[in-house]
């Protein structure tokens, strides 16, 4: 029986582990590396780093960075922050990671996706798009870490990046962000019937019962999360935790 994919996202600031609510108000968390080394014990299926401060000061995620995580990690993970050129990507996969995640730039630049997977194939290539309701509930594309609207639908956008020969998607919900009440359900679904690439859900899950509606109602291949997997009990303590196998049942 298909199980989807069950994905820790951490971000990173100044390499640092933070987290992060409707994307401000950022909390410390502790050294990625040692969430690395936990997350290896644990079995974690893949992770995903994300520097979220890489694009807004005009850098690549670090390289030495990546190739640390390479260097300890027994899982596939992917990264992300600030890619903008072939040569960023072949020296992220040089470092030792699997996939590059491509928010901003994909935006900027839809033709980039398409010369990123004729160069690397599609498995490589993951567009991240984040999105924000605006004040009448209707839906846009927000880049450079939420703080820039673009006029994109996310549904339409999607379509554009799977036609780019993106690989994967992920969707996540900015208001839905480290709040732990659950996914935005519509919101996948409409995405995950719009295309047929692999589409992750981000942005809410603070249980498996969340993870377990994305999947059967929203239709998602992967399933990814930030706070659940840092945080433990009702008072939000710093933990790294993921869910055993047998737990996993979907």
Do not use: W
């Not at 993951?126 to 996310?154: E, H, M, N, R």
């Not at 999607?158 to 036609?163: D, G, I, T, W, Y």
């Not at 919900?173 to 995950?192: A, C, F, H, P, V």
Request: proline share 3%.
């Amino acid at each position: 029986m298909f199980r989807p994919r069950i994905i820790p996202v951490l971000l990173l600031q100044n390499k640092a582990l933070v987290k992060s609510k409707a994307f401000k108000d950022y909390r410390y968390i502790g050294d990625p590396i040692n969430a690395v080394k936990i997350f290896n014990d644990l079995k974690a299926d893949e992770l995903v780093f994300l520097d979220i401060l890489a694009t807004k000061e005009g850098r690549l995620i670090s390289l030495d960075f990546v190739k640390n995580v390479g260097e300890e990690a027994n899982m596939p993970f992917a990264v992300g922050g600030g890619i903008r050129s072939i040569e960023d990507i072949r020296s992220i996969i040089g470092a030792g990671a699997e996939k590059v995640i491509i928010n901003t730039y994909a935006v900027e630049n839809p033709d980039f996706i398409y010369q990123a997977s004729e160069t690397f194939g599609s498995s490589t290539i993951v567009v991240c798009i984040d999105v924000k309701k605006k004040l009448f509930g209707s839906l846009q594309i927000c880049t450079v870490s939420g703080t820039k609207s673009i006029g994109y639908s996310p549904v339409d956008f999607a379509k554009l990046m799977q036609e780019k020969g993106a690989g994967e998607i992920i969707i996540q919900s900015i208001e839905k962000d480290g709040m732990m009440s659950g996914y935005d359900i519509d919101l996948i679904r409409k995405i995950s019937e719009a295309v047929s690439i692999p589409v992750v859900a981000l942005g809410g899950a603070g249980n498996l019962n969340h993870m377990k509606q994305a999947f059967e109602e929203g239709f998602a291949n992967g399933l990814a999360a930030g706070s659940m997997f840092v945080y433990y009990g009702a008072l939000n303590g710093v933990l790294i935790n993921y869910p055993k196998k047998s737990e996993l049942i979907f």
